[in-house]
Structure formats: C-alpha cells, structure tokens
C-alpha cells in the first residue's frame, strides 16, 4: 500500500504559509523554508529546501514568486507539484498561473489554490473552501488526496484563466464594501454592489480568456463575500480608510492591482463602472463620498 503521508516543502512562512503548516502538518513530512531563516538557523538556499520534495506550496505574494521559481526550479523533482495561494499580479502584469505556465510549461505540474481561507481559521481548525486549478485529473486527485483529513474542501476545475483572475479582482471588489460601511450607506448597498460586481468581475474574465461562469464559485463569489464582510479583512478595512479619506500607507494586492491594470492598460477602468468607482476613490483624495453619489446617480434609468 502506498503511504499517504507525503513530503512537503512550504515556501514562505507569513499567515498562510503557517495556516497551510497547520493544514498539513499531523498528517505529512512538512519542511518550512524561509526567506530569512529563524534566529541561529542556518540559510538554505531554495532548491536544496524542495529537493526530493512531493509538493511545493508557495505562500509568498505574487511578485516573489517568478524569481522563487526560478531559484527551486533546479532542485524540483520530476513527479513535484508546485502549487500557488498568490492572489495578485507582478510588475508584469502576470498572475499566478501565466508566472507558472511561463517557468514550468509541460515540464512541471503546478495548480493554483483560492476560494475562502481565512488564515486565523484555517489555523483554529474552522473549514476552508478552495477552488483548485490543475492541467488534468490526474493533478486535482493528488492535491486533493494532500488536503484529505484537513477541514479543507476542494472543488476542481480547468479554468487557471478564470480562476487566477477572478482571485485577483476580488481584492480590487472587496474594497468597495468597506467604503460602503465607512459612508454608513446600509445593508442595502450592500446586496448591490455583490451582484454588481460579480457581473463586471465575470465581464472581465470573459474578455480575458477565462470562462465567465468561474466568478461564481469559490474563487470570485465566495470569497469577495468572505473578504468583503469578515471583520478582519484587509481589504475591507482599505475601503473605510478611503471613506475616512484616509490616503497614509495605502498598501494590498487590491491597490497594486489597480496600480498594474492602470499603468499596463490590461483593463480601462472607465468601461466598467464599479472599477471606475474604486479607481477614482484611489487616486482622488476626498472625493470618496461624491464619487459614490455619482455612481448611484448614474443607476437611474433615463427617462422620455
């Protein structure tokens, strides 16, 4: 019988990469490598921290993860499969999948991982909920078969296109909820802006490449609810600071999104109005309230 227990490399150790450790841990032979090894460890350079090494779980942001890759890339074993939590794009413009198909192509297998998983519950043992993006079957059953005593349920699918940005808008999305609660625009705003968002957030995918119906599941629906109201969100509490007109340290994967698909012109703004809405609440200090005055106005049908 083969054994289930599996060797593990974790890269990257902030909140997800413990969460993941958490995950994993009771059940499989668990290496964490840091950039910046713990006080009196000695450095490990990243291809000797996979070598051997089933499964590769990079929990580091998106902008790390080419150069990372590239440093393991040597040390990988052939039946290795390298999977990503990144939500964001790099300089480039690149999600997490493009960076993957571009380091790896046919040589590797790679799957992306998101949907709803909070960090702090993942690590209280509270269920997680993810969307896994592989190549094939056969990808999916192994990831799935690492997760399988964890309190994480994982659905399949093929759409890494789709997948990767429907992650990657929610963090743009999301920050409108909180603006909403910082204007104490109510509960009502609320129901809107979900369905509103998920229609240009599904739009977007669509002209991207990926299927537009992927934005409903784990990956875009679920989890822009998830990050949107979870009183511990980040991106959320971005949008009150923006309410607030507070513009000091404006730092996310949300805000360097919206810095990429600006300066790269992957996607105009102005053609999608809830984008137009953040976009302007980013880059215009004050303006927050009246730019969301606009926008409800411009909700109103035109009348003969």
Known sequence: ?????????????????????????????????????????????????????????????????????????????????????????????????????????????????????????????????AQVGTRTAADFARIAGLFRRAPLYLE????????????????????????????????????????????????IVMRLGGDAATPYRLAGLGDLVTTATSSGSHHHELGRRLARGDRESLRGEGIHTLDRLRQLKLIDPATHPLLRLIDTCVRVPGDTSRAMQRYLEALRPALP
């Open 156 to 203: 399949s699918s093929r759409d890494m296109t789709g997948l990767s940005w429907s992650a990657v808008l929610k963090n743009v999305y999301a920050m409108l909820f909180g603006i909403a609660d910082g204007l104490a625009l109510g509960d009502n705003l609320r129901g809107h802006l979900t369905v509103a968002a998920l229609a240009e957030i599904a739009e």
């Open 1 to 129: 019988m083969t054994d289930p227990r599996q060797r593990v490399t974790i890269l990257g150790h902030g909140e997800m990469g413990r969460a993941m450790e958490s995950l994993l841990a009771a059940d499989h032979d668990v290496t964490v490598w840091q950039r910046r090894p713990a006080a009196g460890a000695p450095p490990v350079e990243p291809a000797a921290a996979v070598a051997g090494r089933r499964f590769v779980l990079f929990c580091v942001p998106t902008g790390a993860l080419a150069e990372l890759g590239a440093h393991i890339r040597p040390g990988l074993a052939r039946d290795a499969i390298c999977i990503t939590i990144a939500k964001g794009l790099d300089e480039r413009g690149r999600t997490g999948a493009a960076i993957f198909a571009e380091l790896f192509g046919d040589r590797q297998a790679y799957g992306l991982l998101y949907g709803p998983m909070i960090s702090e519950e993942l690590r209280a043992g509270r269920p997680g909920f």
